[in-house]
């Protein structure tokens, strides 16, 4: 494997990735690794702990956030959404948004800035 081929922190073009496995679970974290980063956007993995939160925040980009395994509860300006294995939920830009780990959960957020 040739290292500046890569994507990011563990991406590879033209080869099969098993994004879910690329974070672990950490007791009482919240753990991320930015697998892409370029000036149009980035791709970041998280694995949540049961229990642990991102306070509410706002970005200037829009966000999807794609739920890899658990169970993730999302608010955006207010409202909750219940986010599972397999369901993907929209993060408008410059909205209050905050993340919250109904059971331990891993999600890929994909950063969209162009």
């Not at 590879?12 to 879910?20: G, I, N, S």
């Not at 949540?48 to 658990?70: T, Y």
């Not at 830009?93 to 993340?99: F, G, I, L, N």
């Not at 919250?100 to 890929?108: G, I, Y």
Request: aromatic share 6%.
């Amino acid at each position: 494997m040739n290292d500046n081929k890569k994507a990011g922190n563990g991406i590879t073009p033209a080869e099969v990735a098993t994004v879910e496995n690329m974070v672990e679970y950490q007791d009482s974290a919240v753990v991320s690794r930015t697998i892409v980063s370029k000036s149009a956007g980035t791709i970041t993995l998280f694995a949540f702990d049961q229990g642990q939160a991102l306070s509410e925040h706002s970005a200037p980009f829009d966000a999807l956030v794609l739920v890899l395994d658990g169970l993730a509860e999302i608010t955006i300006s207010g409202k909750p959404f219940r986010v599972g294995q397999g369901q993907a939920l929209l993060m408008p830009a410059d909205e209050p948004h905050a993340v919250h780990a109904r059971e331990r959960f891993k999600m890929m957020l994909v950063m969209i800035k162009a």
